[in-house]
């Protein structure tokens, strides 16, 4: 893809995305994820998402890559593997313990991805260890605190003001921590998750405009 991934524009001094860019980025994984899940009698999981495996084409629209390890279900199967595939960090509790893959196991990922994407945080970075996740860092961080975790090349942009963005900001921190749960079944589905998203992405243009 002309634009190279997701992880690039992260991690790379030379770019910088802004709220509505990232925001209209994991709009469209949602907007692929669910038409993964929920697009055929016979569900798709992706089994590995993760900021590298996120193209970029050359209007920035994000696209999903990568589909070595998927998975193709029956209605409202779920699969045990013996041997977990997939991304240290980007891997369901249940999927790291015990191999069982559902489609839940992308909405985890996608929300571990979405922290990500808005705090310029790895979930293999140093300060996450034994049970200090990149979960619960969120968690602890919420709502009060949220403008300390987020990027700051995000805080110290130009659009829109403080308190729009941390309403923004708090909105989809509350989102990934709705997908990111232990419990697979108190997880958001990816029709749901791309319906909050692209509410969070109108009240946020609608306020900083």
């Known amino acids: 893809m002309p634009n190279g991934n997701l992880s690039k524009w992260l ?21 692929a994820l669910e038409y993964l899940h929920h697009g055929y009698t016979s569900p798709i999981v ?4 993760k ?6 084409d050359e209007d ?12 193709l279900f029956k209605e409202d ?23 069982t893959i559902s489609t839940m196991v992308d ?3 996608y929300g571990i991805m979405l922290i990500e994407t808005f705090t310029k945080k790895k979930p293999t970075d140093n300060i996450f260890v034994e049970d200090f996740t990149m979960r619960r860092w969120v968690f602890n961080s919420f709502p009060d605190a949220i403008m300390h975790i987020v990027d700051v090349d995000v805080v110290n942009g130009v659009e829109g003001n403080i308190r729009t963005k941390e309403s923004c900001f708090t909105s989809i921190m509350e989102l990934a921590l709705e997908c990111t749960t232990d419990l697979p079944k108190e997880r958001l589905n990816m029709k749901d998750v791309l319906i909050r998203l692209k509410k969070i992405k109108i009240e946020f243009c609608q306020c900083a405009n």
């Open 11 to 31: 991690y790379s001094c030379d770019y910088c995305l802004n709220i509505t860019q990232r925001l209209e980025i994991m709009i469209n994984v949602a907007s």
């Open 46 to 49: 992706h089994c590995d998402l």
């Open 51 to 56: 900021p590298s495996n996120i193209l970029l």
């Open 60 to 71: 920035m629209v994000a696209h999903v890559g990568d589909f070595d390890i998927a998975k």
């Open 77 to 99: 199967q779920i699969i045990s593997l013996s041997k977990t595939l997939g991304t240290i960090g980007y891997i369901a509790p249940e999927y790291g313990s015990t191999g």
């Open 107 to 109: 909405v985890y990922s």
